[in-house]
């Protein structure tokens, strides 16, 4: 690791709020407001219409655990109005890991309408995806040969051996898990 390349970390407690309203040229959006949850201020950045683009479901058959791919849109959107009661609420306390291009999220969530057990979601996202766009572009428009590598290659295969990482770990630390009982 280069000097002064040091993974940062968040401890972030954030509530969910998600609302189905109608713009005003009549087309529906699902809106997702993020406050914090100790002072309910909606984050910067905190309401935008997240729309899924398309998802590549990857099965593991010799791990515990399946991923899946996905490419969505996030539009900033402005907040609902005053009177509009959410959809569905998600309470969620996370711990956020981050080095050079990626994010790590490990997420417990509960939902504030329901008494079951909280879900726990990990991710791992590419933190700028606009960067990833160009390396995509650019290695469209100056590619002379398949053979040539990529700097846009060199950032999926890093976040696809991230993930491929985490889900062996998982094996590791599960097994462990049973052992102990």
């Known amino acids: ?56 479901n990857v099965f593991c058959p010799m791990r515990m655990y399946d991923y899946r791919i996905s490419i969505s849109t996030e539009t900033p959107m402005p907040r609902p109005p005053e009177n509009s009661m959410p959809m569905f609420v998600r309470e969620k306390d996370r711990l956020s890991y981050s080095l050079q291009e990626f994010q790590v999220d490990l997420t417990q969530v509960t939902l504030s309408n329901q008494e079951k057990e909280p879900i726990h979601e990990l991710e791992v996202e590419i933190r700028h995806a606009d960067e990833l766009l160009r390396w995509a572009q650019y290695t469209r428009a100056n590619s002379e040969s398949q053979e040539e590598w990529t700097q846009f290659e060199d950032y999926i295969l890093v976040l696809l051996n991230n993930v491929r990482l985490l889900i062996r770990n998982a094996n590791v630390h599960a097994r462990e898990g049973e052992a102990l009982q």
């Open 1 to 56: 690791m280069e000097d002064g390349q040091r993974v940062s970390y968040k401890h972030l407690r954030e509530t969910d709020s998600f609302y189905d309203e109608v713009l005003p040229t009549g087309e529906p959006v699902h809106l997702r407001v993020t406050r914090d949850s100790q002072t309910q201020e909606i984050k910067p950045g905190g309401v935008v219409a997240k729309k899924r683009i398309d998802d590549l």
